[in-house]
Each structure stands twice: as structure tokens, then as C-alpha cells.
């Protein structure tokens, strides 16, 4: 094929084979936050560019190296959405719906885009389902968010592979005392330090904790630590967030590294991670970032959220096989008609027991064929049984029904019991 009818590196078809375990991981997150009492919310996939620079951070990774940035048709400068919190404050603020203190528990799906290099669990285009809270500010609403996961993940048998790492980064006031000490521990070993850490020392300090370089690890085991900077009220909060994690039984990690790779987090943040995945280990990741609003132009509003990558979860789930069996058999029942006549009918029956089984999958062969060429289409369809109209049930009103797993023996059932009949045998979703 010739390369301009290739996809974009990095961005992929999610195949008609691989849709039912995301539509059955979407379906499953989106129960759990219904019956949590979070409401979903929908923003467009491209913003203005200034809007990324202005929450996410000038000097973050993503706003200097992995936009995607184009000037439109009247020489706006527009970004492909990198995440989806900034838009999701943009939206509220825009709206009015977090204006006098009003609680908001929103979620959020669909497509990020990074210029990233392309490999297992990190692509150009990839999927998130986040989440974002708005004027609560108590370690409570943060438990709640980690507790959710942690249902998730026990819902979709995962849990023993994913671990919980906790950080608390505490107010802009704490953290500015702690970037100075880190500023003035790093500068004296500034010759250990590799050249990304080198220039981050003077950009954006923090995300040095953040290096994969050994040699600069080494200089961090020294290195003064957020812990010991906190003040008095982040404290009380990330202790108040421990007491309810310790209450449900989530056990955890304290990584005093963990800083996240964006600008506005402050007081908790926290990362599952798991080692199923090679280097991109980490699944969900999120935390607090109470200056956030404000920074963008809003009245002082707190806020709380997560994001999970649904490719890496897709892929755990794969990895770990916990692919749940109801999802690989997407037909119930086939029917197969021989015959002009047989095919008219079979068409009004199907709609009659559509009429009264509505969750019933049932698929009606198209495009004729013999008896053995349908009979086969039947069984690749992965039904449990096939229908059968021909010239004798035709007769006599019947249709045959046949167990195409051998579960029984063939039968012939009256047209009008045929719907009480399947009610019986096939279990509906
Ligand atoms: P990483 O350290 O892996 O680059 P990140 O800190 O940049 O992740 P976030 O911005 O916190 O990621 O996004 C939340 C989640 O979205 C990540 O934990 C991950 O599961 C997923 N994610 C982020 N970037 C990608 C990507 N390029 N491809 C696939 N999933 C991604
Ligand atoms: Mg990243």
C-alpha cells in the first residue's frame, strides 16, 4: 500500500476483534462511576494552544516536545487535547458549574494525542477515562477517588498486579521551601548531574526526583526530601488520606519522587503502577491541584482527579488473561433460511422475537447459500444455536432448533413459542 494511505505512526485502528475487551473495560468504569454519583462530561478534542500552556506548565515535557500544534484556517493556534483536565476546568469555568462553591464529580473519555516515540503502551494517539472533582478539599474525596480504582481493579482481577505510590507534594508555600533546599543541594553536585537534569535544575527543578539516569539517582539519595518540608495542614491531610486508605484495607507506598510530570499538582499525588508492562508501567495516575482554577483565571476552587490509560489496561488485561468469557461469544443465535418464501418469513419471526427478547443477539443469515454453507456461518458466528427454516418447517409453521454446542438435542418449536423457548435457554445480558 502505498504510504499515504497508512496511518499515522503511533495511532492505531482498534479492530472489530479487540472492541468488545475495551467495550467491556469502558462499560465496566463507567458503571462503577455511575454508581459512585460522578456525572460524565464531554469537551471537544482540540482547544486553544494557550490553554495547554497556561495549566499544564511551559516547561513540561508535553507543552516543550509532544503537542500537536497547527495554526487553523484563520491563523488561531489550536492544540490536539495532550489530557483532559485543562479543558475539563476551561469547561467549568466557562459554564459557570463550579461558580459559589458547587461541588462537581466529573468524568471524561476519549482520544489524548502525544508526540511520543511510538512502542508497547505508549502511542501518538491513545485513550484516557478521567476524572476530575471539584471543591472538595478534604483527604476524604481523595481516598474515595483511590478507593474506586482499587474496586476497578478488583472487579477486572488485576488487583494483585497493579501497586499503589503516594507522594505528597504540599501547598505552593511548602513546596517553593523545598524546590530552594533541592536547588541548593543540586547545584553543589551540579557536575554529577546529567544534562536533561542540568537544565531542569533551573527550569523545573522537582522534575529532577523524576530521572531515570543512574548517575543523577545516585546524587538524589542525599538529596533533601519533600517529607521533611511539608507544612503543617498538607500534612494533616496526606495523614488523613492514609488513616481511610489503612480503614479499607488499600495497601500503598510512599515514594517521596513521585512528583508527575505535570506543573500543577500540589498536597497529594499517586500512581498505580505495575510491572506486567515492560518500561510503561504506569496504569492510572493522578492527585490534587488546588491553585489549578485559580491559575486559570478562576475563583479559588479546589480540585481532585485522576487518569487512566485504557491501552495499558487493555493490555494487562490481555497480559494477565482476565478476559471474561461472555465477551469472546458475540451472537446467541442464527438463523438460517432456505428458500425465497423461508427467508420472508424468517425476517418477520426474527422481528417478532426481537420484539420480545430486545437483548437477544440474533443474527439472520444474509445472502442465502446452501444448507452447509449456512450451517457453517452459524458456527464461526460463535452461536449457541442455529434456526432453522426449510421446506418441512415452512409446512408446518415450525423452525428448527438446533444446539450448535451440544447442549441438547435437535428440536422443532411452533413460530409463536419460539421467543418463550429462547427466553429459556440463552442467559441475557
Ligand atoms: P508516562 O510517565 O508513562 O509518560 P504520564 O505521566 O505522561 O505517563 P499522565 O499524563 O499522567 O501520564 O496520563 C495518565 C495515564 O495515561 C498514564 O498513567 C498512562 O496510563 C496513560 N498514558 C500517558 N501517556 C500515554 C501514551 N503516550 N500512550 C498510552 N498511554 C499513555
Ligand atoms: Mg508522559
Not at 454508581?35 to 486553544?48: H, L
Not at 490481555?318 to 424468517?346: H, K, N, W
Not at 426474527?350 to 437483548?359: G, I, K, S, T, Y
Request: proline share 3%; aromatic share 8%; glycine share 10%.
Amino acid at each position: 500500500m502505498s504510504k499515504s494511505l497508512q496511518a499515522i505512526r503511533g495511532m492505531n485502528d482498534i479492530l472489530p476483534e479487540q472492541t468488545p475487551l475495551w467495550r467491556y473495560f469502558e462499560g465496566t468504569v463507567a458503571r462503577l462511576l455511575d454508581n459512585y454519583g460522578y456525572k460524565q462530561i464531554r469537551m471537544p478534542i482540540v482547544e486553544f494552544t494557550e490553554l495547554f500552556k497556561r495549566s499544564i506548565g511551559e516547561v513540561t515535557d508535553i507543552v516543550e516536545k509532544e503537542m500537536y500544534t497547527f495554526e487553523d484556517r484563520n491563523g488561531d493556534s489550536l492544540t490536539l487535547r495532550p489530557e483532559g483536565t485543562a479543558a475539563c476546568v476551561r469547561a467549568v469555568l466557562e459554564h459557570g458549574i463550579t461558580g459559589g462553591g458547587q461541588v462537581q464529580k466529573l468524568w471524561y473519555i476519549g482520544p489524548m494525542f502525544r508526540h511520543e516515540r511510538p512502542q508497547k503502551g505508549r502511542y501518538r494517539q491513545f485513550h484516557q477515562i478521567g476524572l476530575e472533582v471539584f471543591n472538595l478539599d478534604g483527604p476524604d474525596i481523595d481516598a474515595e477517588l483511590i478507593t474506586m480504582t482499587w474496586r476497578l481493579w478488583g472487579e477486572l482481577g488485576i488487583r494483585d498486579a497493579v501497586k499503589l505510590e503516594l507522594n505528597s507534594l504540599g501547598t505552593s508555600e511548602s513546596r517553593g521551601r523545598y524546590r530552594e533546599a533541592l536547588v541548593e543541594y543540586l547545584s553543589a553536585h551540579h557536575d554529577k548531574l546529567d544534562e536533561d537534569s542540568q537544565r531542569r535544575l533551573k527550569t523545573n527543578p522537582l522534575r529532577v526526583l523524576d530521572t531515570k539516569n543512574a548517575d543523577t539517582q545516585a546524587v538524589l539519595v542525599d538529596a533533601p526530601k519533600m517529607a521533611d518540608y511539608l507544612d503543617d495542614e498538607s500534612r494533616a491531610h496526606f495523614e488523613g488520606l492514609k488513616a481511610r486508605l489503612d480503614a479499607v484495607g488499600i495497601p500503598y507506598v510512599l515514594n517521596p519522587k513521585l512528583v508527575r510530570g505535570l506543573d500543577y499538582y500540589s498536597k497529594t499525588v499517586f500512581e498505580w503502577v505495575t510491572d506486567k508492562l515492560g518500561a510503561q508501567g504506569t496504569v492510572c495516575a493522578g492527585g490534587r491541584y488546588d491553585g489549578l482554577v485559580e491559575q486559570m483565571g478562576g475563583k479559588p476552587t479546589t480540585g481532585v482527579g485522576f487518569a487512566m490509560g485504557i491501552e495499558r489496561l487493555v493490555l494487562m488485561l490481555e497480559t494477565l488473561e482476565q478476559i471474561p468469557e461472555e465477551i469472546s461469544r458475540q451472537v446467541d443465535v442464527y438463523l438460517c433460511a432456505f428458500g425465497e418464501e423461508a427467508e420472508l418469513a424468517g425476517l418477520a419471526l426474527a422481528e417478532r422475537v426481537r420484539d420480545q427478547l430486545p437483548n437477544l443477539r440474533l443474527q439472520v443469515n444474509a445472502g442465502a447459500g446452501s444448507f452447509k454453507s449456512q450451517f457453517k456461518k452459524a458456527d464461526k458466528s460463535g452461536a449457541l444455536y442455529a434456526l432453522i427454516l426449510g421446506d418441512d418447517e415452512m409446512a408446518q409453521q415450525l423452525v428448527g432448533f438446533k444446539p450448535l454446542r451440544g447442549q441438547g438435542e435437535q428440536q422443532s418449536i411452533a413460530w409463536d413459542a419460539l421467543a418463550a423457548h429462547l427466553a429459556t435457554c440463552v442467559v441475557q445480558g
